[in-house]
């Protein structure tokens, strides 16, 4: 059984720094193709940013360009989003997703994010 355990979130002030974390364990984490979702109030989830699975390649949304970094180590089979100069519009509950394309996609549990003054 596939498990994945983000951690790091909290509550931020606007332009500060977060770094998430997300463990996986119960599987080849190598193979995964690693990714951050978040989930505002209201709103639709959306793919913040992801990481191939050999780390050659990242992909990032528009609103995160800039300011958020993935990576990863496949030796701890860990994932992290480093996150600067937070927004108000950054706050959400970020969830990790471990995916093989085609074959098999698996969630956290998510972990809030409150950018707050």
């Known amino acids: 059984q596939v498990q994945l355990v983000e951690s790091g979130g909290g509550l931020v002030q606007p332009g500060g720094s977060l770094r998430l974390s997300c463990a996986v364990s119960?599987?080849?984490?190598?193979?995964?193709?690693m990714q951050w979702y978040r989930q505002a109030p209201g709103k639709q989830r959306e793919l913040v940013a992801a990481i191939s699975t050999t780390r050659s390649s990242a992909h990032y949304a528009d609103s995160a360009k800039g300011r958020f970094t993935i990576s990863r180590d496949n030796d701890k089979n860990e994932v992290y989003l480093q996150m600067h100069s937070l927004k108000f519009e950054d706050t959400a509950v970020y969830y990790c997703n471990a995916e093989i394309p085609g074959i098999a996609t698996y969630w956290g549990q998510g972990t809030q994010v409150t950018v707050s003054s």
């Open positions: 119960g599987s080849t984490f190598s193979s995964f193709l």
